[in-house]
């Protein structure tokens, strides 16, 4: 782990704190983006995230030297980092629906978007962004996910939240002696069911089967209906 310093960047309003953190030429490990509300909040493969001030939006930029694991991981140890800084503060019950979001009570109450900058070839760095559905407040979510959403319930500290959100991926990204994987699987959603995957490196192809758990590399294992067992790098569950 690290000793770098969070310094945090707070502004009421931005588009995306993922676009700003990746834009600023003036930032440190651990630099911390936050926003009490975003007007172009950014979600996996090209979608909006719904961001109004009920909620926490936050990047915290990354410099790859001081990343310990494989950077494949980072999104896996992000969800495990929120799961913890949530624990720490009484919530209780969060599970990771593979890969990136984060569920209490079978509802999304959390997404990650890790994205990376290159330079001359190399990355130069990665960003990861969460949003958290805090508190309701006067804001229904929007239709298309109103029965697939939730709000957490927290009323605390927004930015002291999310230094200790920074901590916990500095801990578990930045440091030998964290095993991602193994931890991923404990709280991993759906272990057992039955599920369909849209397999994102085999042309969006829907694979169903029963769910066993990430492997070393936290793919997704998934029994398929004809008995065999399918890995995939890449999709997502439902
Ligand atoms: C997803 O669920 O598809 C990922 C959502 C990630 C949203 C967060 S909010 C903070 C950061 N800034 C963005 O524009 N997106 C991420």
Known sequence: ???????????????????????????SHLT????????????????SFFSPESGLYMSVILQPEKIKCPLSLCTPGAALAVRQALENEGIRGI????????????KKVCGILTQSQTENGKISKIV????????????????????RADWIGFHGDKLNL?????????RYICSDNSDICTEYNSYLAYI?????????????????????????????????EDGNERLISSGEIG
Not at 8 to 23: K, M, W, Y
């Open 1 to 27: 782990m690290t000793n770098d310093k969070i310094s945090v960047l707070h502004f009421p309003v931005l588009d995306s704190t993922n676009r700003f953190a990746l834009e600023i030429k003036d930032f």
């Open 32 to 47: 911390t983006v936050v926003a009490d509300r975003q007007t172009a909040g950014r979600g996996r493969m090209g979608r």
């Open 95 to 106: 599970k990771i629906k593979w890969v990136n979001d984060l569920l209490l009570n079978g």
């Open 128 to 147: 990861i962004g969460i949003g958290i559905n805090l508190c309701k407040g006067e804001y229904d979510f929007p239709e298309d996910i109103k029965d």
């Open 162 to 170: 999310a230094k200790n959100i920074a901590a916990e991926l500095n």
């Open 192 to 224: 057992g069911e039955s599920t369909t995957v849209t397999d994102y490196a085999d042309n969006n192809r829907k694979v169903s089967g029963t769910v066993l758990g990430a492997d070393e590399n936290c793919f997704l294992k998934i029994k398929t």
